[in-house]
């Protein structure tokens, strides 16, 4: 399959899955833009795709995907920058062990593993609908398995662990892609979550907190 002439924005892809799969799109021909926090390791890894696929139809966003103003920010760059959006990728996720906020006063986890994902696909569903057909992927986890939102403590402020608070953010995003998926039927834009499984990747080390952004 060649994907030559598409446009893919993909959050998280400077390390783990979110890499290996920019890289295989881009050397499916496809252009990529890469949302990522960390501006360095973000560049580095631009060059890296770039060699790999053989063109330069890869490029990358500045943007914290916990903090709402940077990934509106985000947003606006990628509509000024490309002229149609063929597929969206929301991996950036991490697993904070300590409970931290984010700078809009939200719990970091819920900010960025749902809150991320449901802002940043609002802010770009025109692109999405004016370029169908086109698709939403949602990168959740089986690690949902057994959890429940505690709509009362989202935030975790009663009672706080890491793991659990992973958990409700990856329920929340299946919650979101199939009720995203009933609002666009008939649009040509599809929705689609998946669980990656485990992979060599540095995702779930113990950690204070990974990023993979």
């Not at 990934?71 to 969206?88: F, M, S, Y």
Request: aromatic share 6%; charged share 20%.
């Amino acid at each position: 399959m060649r994907l030559d002439g598409k446009e893919i924005v993909i959050t998280g892809a400077t390390d783990g899955i979110g890499k290996v799969t920019a890289r295989e799109l881009a050397k499916m021909g496809a252009s990529v833009t890469i949302v990522a926090r960390n501006a360095a390791k973000a560049q580095q890894v631009v060059k890296e795709l770039r060699t790999a696929a053989g063109h330069d139809r890869v490029g990358f966003v500045r943007a914290d995907l916990s903090s709402q103003k940077s990934i509106k920010g985000a947003a606006e760059t990628i509509k000024g920058r490309l002229k149609r959006l063929d597929v969206l990728i929301n991996n950036a996720g991490a697993m904070f062990s300590k409970r931290e906020l984010s700078e809009d006063g939200i719990e970091r986890t819920f900010a960025l593993n749902h809150l991320g994902y449901f802002l940043f696909t609002h802010l770009l569903l025109d692109m999405l609908k004016a370029s169908a057909p086109s698709r939403i992927v949602n990168v959740a986890s089986a690690a949902h398995a057994g959890a429940k939102l505690s709509i009362d403590d989202l935030q975790g402020a009663k009672a706080y662990s890491g793991w659990r608070a992973y958990q409700q953010s990856k329920l929340a995003n299946i919650y979101f892609t199939y009720e995203l998926a009933r609002r666009l039927a008939g649009t040509n834009v599809t929705v689609n979550a998946l669980h990656p499984g485990f992979v060599a990747s540095r995702f779930g080390l113990l950690c204070p907190g990974l990023l993979h952004q």
